[in-house]
């Protein structure tokens, strides 16, 4: 009996002490990998960007942005802000869409910067638990083309796009742009020119 006590008891409580040393119940997930997008995702993203759901939110966006610049209420849940230095806004999803419609704006905004010359330099998916709730943090920063003309055409700024989600429902989506003050840079663009240029059509 004590030796099938041995090997049934002792060994079992000692491995889940070591297992619960090396892996408490408590410990955080952190997980940092290079954002990419497969197939069915940029498939599914392409309809979106076709449909009249894509278009009324590029309209609202546009409206709200200069609503908010009034005093007036926008048709979105959106904060702005505008400083000498940064500028941009929060956009908050609408409570019967929060799976992917930000995700599929953050995909847009980085393609038209590219279009404008553009580029990528950091393209980033953090992962992080917290309270029970897996927190998705997806963001793009993109800066303009390299020249080695001064001075520098700066465009709009250093461009940072970020979705923030909640075990995947998206919670809000950010857009800040921050300008150089060296005088190696050209003036920064308005802000409310990037705006036109994102969400007009």
């Known amino acids: 009996m004590h030796y099938i006590s041995f090997l049934n008891e002792e060994p079992m409580s000692f491995f889940e002490d070591i297992s619960r040393k090396l892996f408490p119940t408590n410990k955080k997930v952190g997980i940092h990998e290079v954002l990419s997008r497969d ?8 309809a979106w960007t076709t449909g009249p759901a894509f278009d009324m939110l590029r309209g609202d966006l546009l409206e ?13 849940d959106m904060i702005t802000y505008t400083t000498d230095y940064a500028n941009g806004f929060i956009l908050f999803p609408d409570a019967s869409d929060r799976k992917y419609s930000l995700s599929y704006l953050m995909e847009f905004l980085k393609e038209k910067l590219v279009k404008a010359s553009y580029r990528p330099v950091h393209s980033v998916r953090n992962m992080e638990e917290k309270n029970e ?6 963001k793009y920063h993109l ?3 390299i020249s080695n003309k001064i001075p520098v055409n700066q465009m709009y700024g250093n ?7 909640d075990n995947q429902d998206e919670k809000r989506l950010k857009l800040l742009a ?8 050209t003036k920064p ?4 020119d ?8």
Do not use: A, H, T
Not at 68 to 76: E, I, M, Q, T, W
Not at 133 to 138: D, P, R, S, V
Not at 159 to 165: A, D, F, P
């Open 194 to 201: 990037l705006m036109y240029f994102l969400f007009d059509k």
């Open 64 to 76: 709200s942005w200069e609503c908010k610049l009034k005093g007036l209420d926008p048709p979105l």
């Open 178 to 185: 921050s300008v150089y003050s060296d005088r190696k840079y």
């Open 159 to 165: 461009v940072e796009i970020e979705v923030l989600k």
């Open 143 to 145: 800066k303009p083309s």
């Open 189 to 192: 663009r308005k802000i409310n």
């Open 39 to 46: 197939q069915d995702f940029m498939d599914k993203y392409r």
């Open 133 to 138: 709730i897996i927190e998705i943090q997806e």
